[in-house]
């Protein structure tokens, strides 16, 4: 399955259009990368443990929209979205929820 931000894919019409879908994710984030992230914000540098947690969510997130692309017959989605959120107490939950266009091509 062909996943894309982009409207169209270069060379390929689009047949048929099938309808959005969506995909959800939300992830807590637990104290020992909570307190570790907390030290690089100090001393600098990237939070390798947080990074890790954001792209098992969009990827989470993005099989999810594909499935559902599927389940409706679809072989691409096109004009995908990702957006991050935080929710809960203190922002200590994360939501990756991604959306596109399920097409046939």
Wanted: with cysteine; proline share 2%.
């Amino acid at each position: 399955m062909i996943l894309t931000t982009t409207p169209q894919i270069e060379g390929c019409p689009i047949r048929e259009y099938k309808g959005v879908v969506t995909g959800e994710t939300i992830i807590g984030a637990n104290f020992v990368k909570d307190f570790f992230a907390g030290i690089r914000d100090i001393v600098g540098g990237r939070s390798a443990s947080y990074e890790k947690v954001l792209r098992e969510a969009k990827d989470t997130s993005m099989k999810e929209m594909m499935e559902r692309a599927q389940a409706l017959g679809a072989n691409a989605v096109v004009g995908i979205d990702i957006d991050y959120e935080t929710l809960g107490s203190n922002n200590s939950m994360l939501m990756v929820s991604t959306s596109g266009t399920a097409v046939i091509i």
